[in-house]
């Protein structure tokens, strides 16, 4: 029996270390974002939806109909507070919003496994050859160590720090760094080495409430990722801004190309005024977000 109205919601992620690291094997380390949010509704409709290939919200509609074996007399809307193409997860979310939306509309339960499943397929329209830390973070409740192929543990600790998220207002491009990387060939091997050593440490750090420890290995991971080619100006910028006003550390957090850098910072207060100057330096957006 279908219903009036499905609704599906996701919240997003941040990636803390270990991004393209951990498309070759190597560990990340990745927090859900659990203010930042999408909610997708889907209703009858007397018209077919057309599938559009290209758009990662249209092919998760599509991923899920089509394992339910149901026609497409459907429509959707979907209201996000997640910033697209930022490197924030938007596109894993809207994926498992739109998903759990279908689901609820047709009355149909959705197991964590299937929504995994079925959430990363959509995925490949957005990234090339996701690692499935975007979906797994969107789904987990605190943040995870995750390797690819070999799944993910819940990382418990309190740091009593900030972290403050800050947009570069320019759009990521998350497929086309993953292409670079892999193009580097060999050459890449030292900077992914040192990243996922770096991402060891900073769980270390993280573990021990070891603050400093872990913004020098976040800045140091920045310049790993800068001399991958993943990095751009704008986000060169906020990190080398963040680190003059004094944060412990600073580094672009997701695929790149654009999108945002995350700092660290001690404490609330410190955190909203380094929010602040980033704005002043052109950040477009900034969030900020305990550790
Ligand atoms: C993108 O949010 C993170 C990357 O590591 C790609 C991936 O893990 O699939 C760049």
């Not at 939806?49 to 249209?58: F, R």
Request: aromatic share 6%; with cysteine; glycine share 10%.
């Amino acid at each position: 029996m279908k219903k009036k109205i499905g609704i599906g919601k996701s919240h997003s992620k941040l990636i803390l270390m270990g991004e393209h690291a951990v498309v070759y094997g190597y560990p990340a380390i990745a927090i859900p974002l659990k203010s930042i949010e999408v909610t997708c509704w889907v209703e009858a409709s007397d018209h077919l939806l057309i599938k559009n290939a290209q758009d990662p919200l249209s092919v998760a509609i599509f991923t899920a109909l089509d394992h339910l074996k149901q026609e497409a007399y459907i429509t959707y809307r979907v209201n996000s507070t997640v910033p697209e193409r930022r490197g924030l997860g938007s596109s894993a979310a809207v994926a498992i919003a739109a998903i759990r939306a279908v689901f609820d509309y047709f009355n149909c339960p959705l197991s964590e496994p299937l929504l995994d499943k079925l959430a990363s397929k959509a995925e490949e329209v957005a990234h090339y050859n996701p690692s499935g830390l975007d979906v797994k973070t969107c789904l987990a409740d605190s943040a995870i160590h995750f390797v690819r192929g070999q799944g993910f543990s819940n990382l418990h600790f309190d740091l009593n720090a900030y972290l403050v998220i800050a947009d570069t207002g320019v759009h990521g491009h998350t497929k086309e760094a993953v292409e670079k990387v892999k193009n580097l060939g060999q050459s890449a091997r030292e900077n992914l080495d040192l990243l996922g050593a770096l991402t060891l440490k900073a769980e270390a750090s993280l573990l021990k409430g070891d603050v400093l420890g872990l913004g020098r290995g976040m800045t140091q991971a920045h310049q790993g990722l800068s001399d991958l080619g993943v990095s751009c100006p704008e986000a060169d910028n906020l990190v080398r801004q963040a680190l003059e006003y004094g944060a412990l550390g600073s580094k672009m957090t997701g695929g790149g190309l654009g999108g945002c850098i995350i700092s660290l910072v001690k404490t609330e207060s410190e955190a909203e005024n380094l929010a602040k100057k980033l704005e002043e330096k052109g950040a477009r957006n900034t969030w900020i977000q305990r550790l």
